[in-house]
């Protein structure tokens, strides 16, 4: 497994596939009170971390969202107190409750979620912190700054280490995709408001969960990141040069290009963003929307 030194006492660890989904990075703190912001990097480095770092001491496992790919190993650590943003304790402490974020909650969907989430290993675990915005977890040298930052969802944080200047983007993860809003949860707007929270904080060092260690050009590449919201409400909008209905809106697949595999709840996701960007559009009276025939047009 990959483990990279950013201090002394904070270490990147690597999620499998290099920290793509279904996988995301870790970053262990080896301080007085050991700490772990998430832990969905795969069994096999989380073990391996247990047996060289962790032993039997306990541990905080700070989780920077509810989702499935940041929480999934949890239950590695025996010895452990989680952290969570309040707002998604209800969520980690009845599992099965994340189909209800996706918007698969309906009983005809029960295959597909089945399917979905038996590949986690998820169970319910009880949040023994409940955080909030600009909680202070002091861990001995080191003390981490929650940062809410919704959007993605509406519990998502980041973490933010003042002396070195290192923070930790969770899911503002700069990837190729852009930004992610397909949970009932999610608000373009807030995620808007987020990016920004972690350009203002100027970054030395900036850790993706599903991309890596920035260590240059960080505010650029936030800024690429977040272009890509107004790039998608562009398209939706131009689309709407001619009424379409929301599901023809959907079936462009403008956020996604083309849906993976299963199609079928990548097209959920793509209707939930798509909707997000029609409200916005409708709040900023860019577009109307006729009641009657259901269509929204410019
Ligand atoms: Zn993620």
Not at 209 to 217: I, L, R
Request: proline share 3%; charged share 30%.
């Amino acid at each position: 497994y990959i483990m990279i030194p950013i201090t002394d006492k904070i270490k990147f660890i690597e999620g499998k596939n290099q920290g793509r989904y279904i996988f995301s990075n870790s970053l262990y703190i080896d301080d007085d009170l050991k700490a772990i912001i998430d832990t969905g990097t795969g069994k096999s480095p989380l073990r391996k971390l247990k047996k060289n770092y962790v032993g039997n001491d306990e541990i905080l496992i700070i989780n920077s969202n509810v989702h499935e790919d940041h929480i999934c190993g949890n239950y590695i650590f025996k010895n452990s107190k989680i952290a969570l943003h309040r707002i998604e304790v209800p969520i980690l402490e009845n599992i099965d409750r994340l189909a209800e974020l996706y918007g698969i909650d309906d009983p005809k969907y029960k295959e597909m979620n089945e399917q979905f989430f038996a590949i986690f290993n998820l169970r319910n675990y009880k949040a023994d912190i409940k955080i909030e915005d600009n909680h202070i977890f002091d861990l001995g040298e080191i003390k981490l700054q929650t940062i809410h930052a919704p959007g993605h969802c509406a519990g998502h944080c980041m973490f933010w280490e003042s002396n070195n200047k290192i923070l930790f983007l969770a899911d503002i993860d700069l990837s190729s995709f852009g930004p992610w809003y397909g949970d009932i949860s999610s608000s373009v707007t807030d995620f808007i408001n987020s990016i920004n929270k972690a350009i203002k904080l100027n970054p030395d060092i900036a850790i993706s969960s599903h991309k890596g260690v920035y260590k240059e050009e960080i505010r650029e590449k936030l800024k690429i990141f977040l272009d890509k919201i107004y790039d998608r409400e562009e398209k939706i909008l131009n689309f709407l040069d001619k009424k379409h209905t929301l599901e023809e809106i959907v079936n462009k697949a403008f956020i996604y290009g083309k849906f993976p595999e299963p199609e079928e709840m990548f097209a959920i996701a793509e209707r939930i963003m798509v909707k997000l960007h029609i409200n916005r559009l409708l709040d900023a009276k860019k577009i109307e929307e006729n009641p009657k025939s259901s269509f929204f047009a410019i």
